[in-house]
T-cell receptor, first 114, second 112 residues
Framework: DAGITQSPRYKITETGRQVTLMCHQTWSHSYMFWYRQDLGHGLRLIYYSAAADITDKGEVPDGYVVSRSKTENFPLTLESATRSQTSVYFC?????????????FGPGTRLTVT | KNQVEQSPQSLIILEGKNCTLQCNYTVSPFSNLRWYKQDTGRGPVSLTIMTFSENTKSNGRYTATLDADTKQSSLHITASQLSDSASYICVVSRSSASKIIFGSGTRLSIRP
């Protein structure tokens, strides 16, 4: 099916563990983004990627690592999870970073760090 | 400082009524403004995208307005339906540094 998918949809992990959230899009969009959404905050950009092998930090990158070896995939890794990283994570894709083009969001991954 | 403020934080209206959500921003230089609808447990979905030269844009029962001089936008929902219950997020993009700033959203509840 066409679109943008995320996996897993729900994840519970322990403090200190490494966890990877997956994102896959079928439109061949150049740009992909990772956001986190917490109560009381708007969506906050963690990392984004302009193309395969090109990534850059957003406003809250600490504690996260990304890679993009293929245009369609953009995994987000928490190298050593902390309780403050409990959040809902959204992946998005677009033809451009901030121009008047739609960003298409995935369904989200709800991550709980215990 | 580049900010996007939305009001009210939450709103409850009866089915069939109209409502207007507000978005004020201080983002400069302005590139475009978007309104998203986010249903509970789902990702945001775009409703409208407006550039500097556009002051009104409609998508079905949703009408967005933009006043670039006062840096204000509104989203008007006509004849509300139960399915309109969601969070509505205003997003403003800067043309320099290609930065996107998200508002915290308005939580709208439609009661039968």
């Amino acid at each position: 099916d066409a679109g943008i998918t995320q996996s897993p949809r729900y994840k519970i992990t322990e403090t200190g563990r490494q966890v990877t959230l997956m994102c896959h899009q079928t439109w061949s969009h150049s740009y992909m983004f990772w956001y986190r959404q917490d109560l009381g905050h708007g969506l906050r950009l963690i990392y984004y990627s302009a193309a395969a092998d090109i990534t850059d930090k957003g406003e809250v990158p600490d504690g996260y690592v990304v890679s993009r070896s293929k245009t369609e995939n953009f995994p987000l890794t928490l190298e050593s999870a902390t309780r403050s990283q409990t959040s809902v994570y959204f992946c998005a894709s677009s033809v451009e970073r901030s121009g008047p083009y739609e960003q298409y969001f995935g369904p989200g991954t709800r991550l709980t760090v215990t | 400082k580049n900010q996007v403020e939305q009001s009210p934080q939450s709103l409850i209206i009866l089915e069939g009524k109209n409502c207007t959500l507000q978005c004020n921003y201080t983002v400069s230089p302005f590139s475009n403004l978007r309104w998203y609808k986010q249903d509970t447990g789902r990702g945001p979905v775009s409703l409208t995208i407006m550039t500097f030269s556009e002051n009104t844009k409609s998508n079905g029962r949703y009408t967005a307005t933009l006043d670039a001089d006062t840096k204000q936008s509104s989203l008007h929902i006509t004849a509300s339906q139960l399915s309109d219950s969601a969070s509505y997020i205003c997003v403003v993009s800067r043309s320099s540094a290609s930065k996107i700033i998200f508002g915290s959203g308005t939580r709208l509840s439609i009661r039968p």
